[in-house]
């Protein structure tokens, strides 16, 4: 019998109170985090307006190894991902942070850790339309928002944390900030960020 858990990612947010690009800050926040996953990495960034995502297959340093991908990474709000995967296949299109639209706006999911009833929750996205592009439990996640009928994005996560079980983190960015969730008994804390005033 284990005596501990043993599946893990590494989810990294920042955010820049004085707009400064925190892509970089981000890899740096990953590459320590580079313990609790090696099969993929990502990040994604916005400036307030559109947001930038790379993701890959690999370490840390190899997903991120040229210069111009950080420059093509702008934007003073980020959150990035190092995968070890529970639940889906060990394939890029289960790489994270995922990008949902919905009527809060767009966002960018990052998470860690394992919801056990994920099945009754997807054949219920699946009746409704949702089309699941991987097989991670984050995609039940942002299709939970793509359909609630809730007035705004605080009331809609609540509700969504109400409906999944388990044990898990979540970084998720809007366009103007970025909201760190655990799960109610606070078995997955590991979540690491930095607000920062560097200039």
Avoid: W
Avoid at 5 to 29: D, M, N, P, Q, W
Avoid at 47 to 71: A, C
Avoid at 113 to 135: C, Q
């Amino acid at each position: 019998m284990l005596d501990k858990l043993h599946e893990a990612c590494g989810v990294f947010g920042v955010y820049s109170l004085t707009k400064r690009e925190v892509s970089k800050y981000i890899y740096f926040g990953l590459y320590a985090l580079q313990h609790r996953g090696q099969e993929s990495a990502g990040i994604v960034t916005t400036n307030g307006d559109e947001f930038k995502s790379y993701l890959g297959m690999g370490l840390v340093n190899v997903v991120f190894s040229r210069e111009e991908i950080f420059k093509e990474l702008v934007g003073h709000i980020g959150i990035g991902h190092t995968r070890y995967s529970t639940t889906g296949a060990s394939v890029i299109v289960n790489a994270q942070p995922i990008i949902v639209n919905t009527k809060f706006g767009t966002l960018a999911i990052a998470h860690n850790g394992n919801l056990t009833n994920i099945p009754a929750l997807k054949e219920e996205l699946k009746s409704k339309g949702y089309a699941f592009k991987g097989t991670s439990d984050s995609e039940v996640i942002g299709g939970l928002l793509v359909f609630s009928r809730e007035k705004n994005l605080i009331l809609a996560l609540k509700k969504v944390l109400k409906r999944i079980k388990g044990a898990f983190s979540l970084a998720i960015m809007t366009r103007d900030s970025i909201i760190a969730i655990r799960d109610q008994h606070g078995i997955r804390p590991h979540l690491s960020a930095i607000l920062t005033n560097a200039t």
